[in-house]
Antibody, heavy 116, light 107 residues
């Protein structure tokens, strides 16, 4: 059974970078499918942030394009999110998910608070 | 970006009632809409894909319909476990976008 799990700091200071890891078990990320990052803000708004494909190509939400990077480590079956120059408005629960059309598998989510 | 407008924002019902949740797209998106249920402190769960395609393991009381700009998620005879927030999401174009959600609550 495929499982995804996010990990990373729960608190980041304004202007710093947010870095999260998504560890995937039960499926090899290079076998197929795309791998997305999605966040949910306080108040329930959901935002798709971007994806990395099974071949390693990426696509980002233009609203984040200058600040976001999604990479991977195929040897560890992990993919990563880096979001630069964060502000308090980046406070959200961050999810990794399989797919880019629809999302059948999600991580449990990790709350990241941006605060000094 | 494609804007998805969900209505109502909140729906108060009693168990056993049947309900319809609406999602309207800002432009035609064929049937590229997917529905999710999210309970408090849980990850979203995919209920329906491509407007009306059922998902393995999802109870048959959940169904979807629509094409173009207007879509509906129907729940036949709501059960207590169904009280949660429901989101629609489009895959017609990038960036993927979500609706603001409909909260289904106990009357």
């Amino acid at each position: 059974e495929i499982q995804l799990q996010e990990s990373g700091p729960g608190l980041v200071k304004p202007s710093q970078s947010l870095s999260l890891t998504c560890s995937v078990t039960g499926y090899t990320i290079t076998s197929g499918y795309d791998w997305s990052w999605i966040r949910k803000f306080p108040g329930n708004k959901m935002e798709w942030m971007g994806y990395i494909s099974y071949s390693g190509s990426t696509n980002y939400n233009p609203s984040l394009k200058s600040r976001i990077s999604i990479t991977r480590d195929t040897s560890k079956n992990q993919f990563f999110l880096q979001l630069n120059s964060v502000t308090t408005e980046d406070t959200a629960t961050y999810y990794c998910a399989r797919g880019v059309a629809w999302f059948a598998y999600w991580g449990q989510g990790t709350l990241v608070t941006v605060s000094s | 970006d494609i804007v998805l407008t969900q209505s109502p924002a909140t729906l108060s019902v009693t168990p056993g009632e049947s309900v319809s949740l609406s999602c309207r797209a800002s432009q035609g998106i064929s049937t590229s809409i997917h529905w999710y249920q999210q309970k408090s402190n849980e990850s979203p769960r995919l209920l329906i894909k491509y407007a009306s395609q059922s998902i393995s393991g999802i109870p048959s009381r959940f169904s979807g319909s629509g094409s173009g700009t207007d879509f509906t998620l129907s729940i036949n005879r709501v059960e207590s476990e169904d009280f949660s927030v429901y989101y629609c999401q489009q895959s017609y174009s990038l960036p993927r976008t979500f609706g603001a959600g409909t909260k289904l609550e106990l009357k």
